[in-house]
């Protein structure tokens, strides 16, 4: 590829982004964020189920199956995704979909 100013300029950009992800308290700080993203998820996919209703069984199960997705790639040696950031952002962000749906469950009752 050729060294051109944009190519520099992205290249730049990404380690620069790079290294500002390595600080412990800015990484805690997407994991929070991801987490309160996926709880927004959670109550926005189950308030809008709940509007249409026939919808309900197949949004649940799409919510199990990628739950399942995620944990077994996050769990398992295989991927090595438990280290890295991305890994890390989507298990935080299961966990919040998932205590979105839980809080809707316990707030309707059922």
């Keep these: 590829m050729q060294d051109t100013r944009l190519n520099t300029f992205v290249n730049r950009l990404g380690e620069q982004l790079q290294r500002q992800l390595q600080n412990p308290w800015r990484r805690l700080g997407l994991i929070v964020i991801a987490l309160l993203f996926g709880i927004f998820l959670g109550t926005a996919l189950a308030s809008t189920a709940g509007q249409v209703g026939y919808i309900d069984i197949a949004a649940s199960a799409i919510v199990a199956i990628a739950s399942e997705i995620i944990s077994a790639i996050f769990y398992s040696d295989r991927w090595k995704l438990r280290k ?6 989507l298990n935080a962000l299961k966990f919040g979909v998932l205590y979105g749906l839980f809080l809707i469950a316990f ?4």
Excluded at 84 to 89: F, I, K
């Design 107 to 110: 707030l309707l009752g059922s």
């Design 84 to 89: 890295t950031l991305l890994g890390e952002l």
